[in-house]
Nanobody, 115 residues
Framework: QVQLVESGGGLVQPGGSLRLSCAASGRILRIYTMDWYRQAPGKQRELVASITSGGTIYYADSVKGRFTIFRDNAKNTVYLQMNSLKAEDTAVYYC?????????WGQGTQVTVSS
């Protein structure tokens, strides 16, 4: 089974930046569409960004212009660079692939944007 480990979250002030990492074992991520999701307390999981194996990228409207998704295939890792962070970005962030039927969720990484 796929094992996914998200990291890079933390506490940051509004306007700050974080880079999240999604490291995988059991799959070669470069051949899959990879997504970043987030889930705030009491809310449904939300798709934040997506990158296909061919490099096609999608961003939720709420993060366009602020977040960047990219891959380092040599490290089998997908990243989410988050700039100009807002309090509304506070959530647990997860990576996954639509190819895996919603299984294999990792523990996520907490992002808290607060003064």
């Amino acid at each position: 089974q796929v094992q996914l480990v998200e990291s890079g979250g933390g506490l940051v002030q509004p306007g700050g930046s974080l880079r999240l990492s999604c490291a995988a074992s059991g799959r070669i991520l470069r051949i899959y569409t990879m997504d970043w999701y987030r889930q705030a307390p009491g809310k449904q999981r939300e798709l934040v960004a997506s990158i296909t194996s061919g490099g096609t990228i999608y961003y939720a409207d709420s993060v366009k212009g602020r977040f960047t998704i990219f891959r380092d295939n040599a490290k089998n890792t997908v990243y989410l660079q988050m700039n100009s962070l807002k309090a509304e970005d506070t959530a647990v962030y997860y990576c996954n692939s639509p190819s895996w039927g919603g299984a294999n969720w990792g523990q996520g990484t907490q992002v808290t944007v607060s003064s």
